[in-house]
């Protein structure tokens, strides 16, 4: 390996307007990383954060829209994008349950993010019924239950022109009746959900589509919210963490820079280069991630290897988007995100589908089926469960234990063998080759000592449950990656050391 490479990357400090205004997501200390629990019931979210998120140092789950949507025939998984009302209803429970998963979520240290639809209600043909049983009549765009009527909606339109921001920004998408968010009983209406949602104790919002609607809309509407409520831990006069989905992948006549003075962005570039790095790429191309001026900067970007959209064929990215399919290649991309500074990080917890409108796995009653885990803690019932996949709880032990620091000593071989520290905190390593092994002494920037590898164990009474790495006086290390690793990754950090020397 190369060691004469050396790379830092200068942390974006957090102003004080920044750490109370909605860029941040109020992780309880020493924890980080969002997991969206994706079609999860409520009870099973709740579950979840008790059991696994909370134990093993996550900091938030992203929850599918609550708000009472449309029914669709086969049930598929975009029925939840097209509200009826703005009643707390939906497959995964209703808003008894909703309180009782946020509740329990809070006190298992785990903060609760909800996906928010606002740029339009559903669509159909006649009298469309709601989860709820609201009926609504979508071609008269009326909504009685909300209550929206034809004056709360922008003129009839369809977006043809992709390259014209106001037609896409005031244009039905995908004939779905496009709210007017400038008019003062929309955003009333928007305004009183959001903040029944921060009663209950929520810490903050995924806006849907955001950039189907102006950036000025949007902040109108979230920064006049009610703080977060003190109730659940939060502090005095903390906005709610905002996060908006732009997909901004260059040469588009809509800018996510127009955004972020709102909130944090879901930076789908770094989606599309990432899977592209790791299908097609070297990875010592990696040394330079996150400072490509096309990114966002580190405190202004949600970034995630894939998301519900993308991993579907839609949105943005296209083949380069890995996912849950592409198996070790997805795994190593996901590590890679958590180990490495940019960013707040988010990942995906999916189900298995084999065509892009299937909803989640359900009873011949089409209710929701819970997760179920073998004995390994792994999802074996058509849920996919990647936040439990090996390794992953570990990196993200990783991530809060090197918080605050950056990136030194990389190193690489000049192809898919790379490694780095973390300052002083953390090391990790890479192998990008399937028939090759990485064996090589590399600087691990640790003090002496025997520690154990987190993505292959942990720390335990008896000793380490995986490999053990070895750190001498001189500060090095022999790293060890077999080809044939299901991982393609080690990383040890300063709480993984369980014998000091």
């Known amino acids: 390996m190369n060691y004469n490479l050396c790379f830092v990357i200068l942390l974006v400090v957090w102003t004080n307007d920044q750490v109370e205004g909605q860029f941040n997501p109020h992780f309880f200390p020493g924890r980080s990383v969002i997991v969206h629990l994706f079609e999860w019931k409520f009870s099973d979210i709740a579950t979840e954060c008790e059991e696994y998120l909370g134990p093993n140092s996550f900091g938030g789950v992203q929850v599918s829209p609550v708000s009472e949507c449309v029914i669709s025939p086969k049930r598929a998984w975009w029925e939840r994008y097209q509200p009826v009302s703005y009643a707390i209803i939906s497959r995964s429970g209703d808003e008894l349950d909703f309180a009782d998963m946020v509740k329990r979520c809070n006190e298992a240290g785990i903060r609760v993010y909800v996906d928010v639809v606002f740029n339009h209600m559903a669509g159909g043909e006649g009298e469309v019924i709601g989860v709820g049983g609201s009926i609504v009549s979508p071609q008269e765009r009326l909504y009685p239950h909300v209550p929206y009527g034809p004056d709360d909606f922008n003129s009839p339109c369809l977006i043809e022109n992709y390259q014209n921001a106001k037609e896409i920004r005031d244009c039905s998408l995908l004939n779905l009746p496009d709210l007017n968010q400038k008019l003062s009983d929309v955003r009333a209406n928007m305004i009183e959900f959001l903040d029944r949602l921060i009663d209950f104790g929520v810490a903050g919002f ?213 490694a780095f520290c973390r300052g002083e905190l953390g090391f990790v390593a890479f192998n990008g080759y399937t028939m090759s092994n990485l064996n090589s002494t590399v600087k691990v920037c640790l003090p002496p000592g025997i520690y154990c590898d987190v993505i292959s164990g942990e720390v335990a009474l008896d000793g380490c449950t995986g490999l053990e790495v070895v750190v001498k006086d001189s500060g090095y290390a022999n790293i060890f990656i077999p080809g044939d690793s299901p991982t393609g990754a080690l990383a040890i950090h300063w709480g993984s050391l369980y014998l000091a020397k």
């Open 206 to 418: 995924r806006a849907d589509a955001a950039k189907h609607m102006w950036p000025d809309d949007i902040k109108y509407i979230f920064g006049n919210t009610k703080n977060l409520n003190k109730k659940f831990s939060f502090p005095d006069n903390a906005r709610p963490f905002l996060y908006q989905e732009v997909i901004d992948m260059g040469n588009e006549p809509i800018s996510k820079n127009e955004y972020t003075t709102n909130g944090v962005i879901t930076e789908f570039l770094s989606s599309a280069e990432i899977g592209n790095i790791f299908r097609h790429k070297k990875l010592k191309e990696l040394i330079k991630w996150g400072t490509d001026e096309r990114f966002l900067r580190s405190d202004r970007a949600l970034v995630f290897v894939e998301n519900h959209d993308n991993e579907r064929g839609h949105g943005a990215g296209g083949k380069d988007i890995l996912t849950y399919k592409d198996g070790k290649r997805y795994l190593m991309a996901v590590l890679f995100i958590l180990a490495h500074p940019y960013g707040i990080s988010r990942i995906m917890s999916s189900y298995d589908f084999s065509n892009s409108d299937e909803g989640p796995p359900m009873s011949a009653e089409e209710e929701i089926l819970s997760p179920i885990f073998n004995e390994r803690g792994l999802c074996i019932n058509s849920w996919i469960c990647q936040h439990r996949w090996p390794g992953v709880a570990g990196m993200v032990q990783f991530r809060n234990a090197v918080a605050g620091s950056g990136i030194v000593n990389w190193a690489d071989n000049g192809e898919h063998q790379i």
